[in-house]
């Protein structure tokens, strides 16, 4: 009955009875999603999309945000959701590798424009659409993973769904379903890593848990037991899952408390690397460098160890170019993971003095770095706490540069302030509206 | 190297060198799908797939089968792909228990009908992308079935694209990335079988797969490594593949062609004990009987093992009632699976008769029937191979008449008869204009 148990559990959350910290983080992770999103819109991941579903449909329901131009909901889904994870640079639950907003955030945004949803309500199905999908991670973290599913996709589409079906006012019966045919739709293969199909999984799971939401509200069956059935997603879609992760502390344990933002334009594991470059930069020059060192979990290597990486896509899967950039750069935002960056010969001669080693006992949050100069003398500087994770926080102030930033290139300065603003004080608008008039 | 092998096979695979035997049985497989499309175009689960998607869209690219309607290809194959599974009584691979149509046929009539492509075209992408799915069925046959994938659409993608490539003349490269990009969306619980969802899901491959080709042809990218790489499809959707089975015997051995098409509108593992039941009723009457023991392999039992089915959607997967309906009434057709049918009285008591037994030694296609009547005799029949089955197929007469009884509710005879007759001479026909005229 666990199905049918977090149908109620949703429906009987209520946003007043949410600690208000879970209520700010909420904000701020919406906020940072509009931020990659607007950020990645111009990429010619989103041109493909543009182009393809535009021979398909002229519905004018949801803006592409960034766009000026509007789709159907479910295309206007697909492209914002792929859009926010184009630069790897969105939020990330750390326990289980899980971008959360992804799936979630852009349900919000197209059915709050449909419909004209208030925001309270807005705000409470963001938030419980990503306690459903963590709570669902968490029950088949890490063996999922590890089997080669990409868990943001495969657990998104059940997010999407609960977003959706609370915006849509769907009975609890129609939850349990809805569920049903989200998970039914559950995909993602980490294979993909590299290509624009990436991007895409997040986008794919929105929609896909769109569509759910839409079907069973108009009366669609499916199984109201999709998460514990004997041929149920737990079972199926894992090897080794602890199903009570899912109902446990409901209402207390908030996941996405848990929910980091990146202040690195790439995999979360390459930011203990990153910033032990930065910081060694700051004491030694290029010039100076034999070899840097870096010990790292075995995960970190097996995500990012993509040795000559050929655009800046690959290289964000790239442990060599993002220390190499980082130490020559001292940053690794967005400009850093460019195609010309990539292939800049200093930069490329450079990737050849990184030499990552795996160490079963070294955690995946930390790194563990050697340098050693020309002249033989070393430097050691272990990073126990990376920027962005949970023991050493984004402040709003970054935050809020981080989004300046992402937005600059599509927006006036005056508007991304006036953004900040609205997305800030969320719960109390009217409307989407508010916000969508500065974009 | 497999998925590039197999896109370069695709490519290099024409017409001229399909043995006729295949090109024939293509046809009957595009008519008999045709049919079971038509014949679930109006049931309620179309109804609420058209309602909610002409909420999104209102483009008129292609045919919704039956309905005098258009809608964009993406929805148009979503929508005949569902309808075409609704009675679960479409065609059968029976070495995989894949339906290899639904996946395929839908994004041949939708894009054979945007483009005005010729009719050898379209064949040729049928039967290779019936070729690539089956092929992938059977290197992942059975645990990936056991395990609870509903192959039909878990491979369906792959088979979808493929046709999809052709018709658009994708080249090897996309055509691998497309391949890629298809089986990152592979999805589909067995948990759904008894709902709409069940149905659902061969339309969705094929709208999953035509969304790859729509995409790669526009530049998206992908892996071209699906099926082989360590986190690809093989690997993580499966336990124990043979990955061999997908590249061997090319050209030679033709998987459309152990394509079975079925007599009964239910699961085909139950058309053994319909077989039995209809010759038992032939010489004793309901009133004689006591039970009737049915001695059948446990996948049997664990497909259709619903003792109370309140629906027809239910019966179909009730050994229960589709034994009883055939022994009352000598047919197993879509009437026999009617709300009306499942709720008789009459039925119901004697759905009470029917004893089931599982014998691992017993083959899935065969049945051993023990009928013991009320003064204690009994009667044995023992069915080797079901009517529909490789062994027994139906005639030519025999498709006819099921399809003419499919689409009587929709279509006059005369067209009927005439949309036969283009069906199977389509390698003649200029484009799908001369089938969709008739519909």
Redesign the interface.
């Known amino acids: 009955m666990i199905t049918k148990q977090l149908a109620t559990n949703i429906f009987n959350t209520t946003l007043e009875s949410m600690p208000q910290s879970v209520v700010l983080h909420a904000k701020k992770s919406l906020l940072n999603w509009l931020g990659v999103t607007i950020g990645g819109i111009n990429h010619?991941?989103i041109n493909?999309?543009l182009?393809?579903t535009e021979?398909?449909?002229?519905?004018d329901?949801a803006t592409i945000l960034g766009r000026n131009k509007k789709m159907?909901?479910?295309s206007a889904t697909l492209i914002n959701g792929t859009s926010s994870h184009i630069f790897d640079y969105d939020d990330t639950h750390l326990d289980t590798i899980h971008h959360p907003s992804g799936p979630v955030a852009p349900v919000v945004f197209a059915l709050g424009e449909k419909f004209g949803t208030d925001c309270q309500t807005l705000l409470r199905a963001f938030i419980l659409g990503c306690e459903v999908e963590l709570r669902i991670s968490k029950a088949i973290y890490p063996s999922h993973y590890q089997?080669?599913?990409?868990i943001t996709s495969s657990t998104g589409v059940f997010g999407a769904m609960t977003a959706a079906g609370i915006i849509m006012e769907v009975n609890e019966e129609k939850m349990a379903?809805g569920l049903?045919?989200a998970?039914?739709?559950?995909?993602?293969?980490?294979?993909?890593f590299g290509?624009?199909?990436k991007s895409?999984?997040p986008g794919?799971a929105a929609q896909n848990g769109l569509?759910a939401a839409?079907?069973v509200k108009?009366?669609?069956?499916?199984?109201d037991?999709?998460l514990e059935?004997?041929?149920?997603?737990l079972?199926?879609y894992n090897s080794n899952s602890q199903p009570e992760k899912i109902l446990e502390n409901w209402g207390e344990d908030w996941q996405l408390e848990k929910n980091s933002f990146k202040p690195y334009a790439c995999g979360i594991v390459l930011h203990p690397s990153i910033d032990a470059c930065i910081k060694l930069s700051n004491v030694i020059t290029p010039n100076e460098v034999k070899e840097i060192q870096l010990t790292v979990h075995p995960y970190v290597l097996e995500l990012t160890g993509k040795k000559f990486p050929a655009t800046g896509l690959e290289a964000k899967f790239s442990i060599y170019h993002a220390s190499a950039i980082s130490f020559l750069e001292q940053d690794a935002s967005e400009e850093q993971f460019s195609d010309n960056k990539v292939q800049n010969p200093e930069v490329v001669a450079f990737r050849k003095k990184i030499k990552p080693f795996v160490n079963d006992s070294m955690d995946k949050e930390k790194v563990s770095a050697n340098l050693i100069k020309q002249d033989g003398t070393e430097y050691d500087i272990y990073v126990e706490h990376a920027t962005g994770s949970l023991e050493k926080p984004m402040t709003q102030e970054n935050i809020n540069r981080k989004f300046t930033n992402l937005c600059k290139d599509n927006l006036p300065e005056r508007r991304i302030k006036l953004l900040i603003d609205r997305m800030m004080e969320f719960e109390n608008l009217a409307s989407i509206q508010e916000v969508l008039k500065y974009i």
């Open positions: 010619e991941t493909i999309l182009e393809t021979e398909l449909t002229n519905s329901q159907d909901i479910l089997n080669g599913f990409h379903m049903g045919l998970g039914t739709q559950a995909f993602g293969l980490r294979e993909m290509t624009m199909t895409f999984h794919k569509l839409l079907l108009n009366g669609f069956t499916s199984s037991q999709v059935a004997k041929r149920g997603f079972n199926v």
